[in-house]
């Protein structure tokens, strides 16, 4: 999988307009999509276990430089696993389920309780 990561002065979020840590391009079966790493609406994100080492690098170190870039590249490798992972909201996986619920009643004239 290819990944473009950048950290340019000119990207801002695009929900509250600050300054992203960074960005990145993710390959998608339609493309390609960008996820952001904002410090402000990413902060109490779900993925808080991958996203808060992340956040608290950037917050103390001005820069990547030879001695700490590996450590870097870990902590954007882990954060890119957990963002690259499909997800399904929540409603949009119910109203899945219960289509598919309606289909196999009519498939088979039952109905299911």
Do not use: K, Y
């Not at 960074?22 to 999509?33: M, Q, R």
């Amino acid at each position: 999988m290819h990944v473009n990561v950048e950290n340019d002065d000119e990207l801002v979020c695009p929900t509250c307009g600050q300054e992203p840590c960074l960005a990145a391009s993710l390959p998608t079966p339609a493309g390609h999509t960008s996820v952001i790493l904002c410090p402000r609406c990413n902060a109490n994100s779900p993925a808080a276990d991958t996203v808060t080492p992340l956040l608290a690098w950037f917050a103390l170190h001005e820069a990547a430089i030879d001695q700490n870039l590996d450590e870097l590249a870990a902590l954007v490798r882990r954060w890119l696993e957990e963002v690259s992972r499909p997800s399904v909201p929540d409603a949009a996986l119910r109203a899945a389920l219960r289509q598919w619920e309606r289909r196999a009643v009519s498939l088979d004239g039952s109905q299911r309780a």
